[in-house]
């Protein structure tokens, strides 16, 4: 039996790999020129289980991710509302949670995220 965590990154290097080759010469999105939603989304591995489970320890490594992205707010809540983050069945309203579990201060507290603001 495959570990959740072996299946999200499955999903998620399908999903990349399918988003990288659909990517024609686009402008500038939420998260820059030279990355999608979708491909930031990879780096956030290590959220998996405290993107779907708010009791659940958040890593370092993933709060590192966190805070490194979320310089962007606008590409931060572009990644945990993309495909990736649906098709790895991400939680969005436990996701959002993640940068105050990690106690990043400097986080865009308030920030709409859709339907979701960052606590």
């Known amino acids: 039996m495959e570990s959740p965590m072996g299946k999200f990154i499955c999903i998620l290097a399908l999903l990349l790999m399918v988003s990288m080759a659909s990517q024609g010469s686009h402008a500038a999105g939420e998260c820059g020129k030279s990355t999608t939603p979708d491909a930031e989304a990879m ?56 940068p105050k579990r990690c106690n990043i201060v400097d986080r865009p507290v308030g920030y709409k995220c859709g339907a979701y603001t960052l606590p």
Do not use: H, R, W, Y
Not at 64 to 85: D, E, F, R, W
């Open 43 to 98: 780096k956030l591995a290590p959220c998996a289980s405290a993107a779907q489970d708010v009791k659940a320890p958040v890593p370092d490594s993933c709060c590192a991710q966190v805070k490194s992205i979320g310089q962007s707010p606008s590409c931060l809540c572009a990644v945990m509302l993309s495909n990736t983050a649906k098709v790895s069945g991400i939680k969005p309203d436990i996701a959002i949670t993640i």
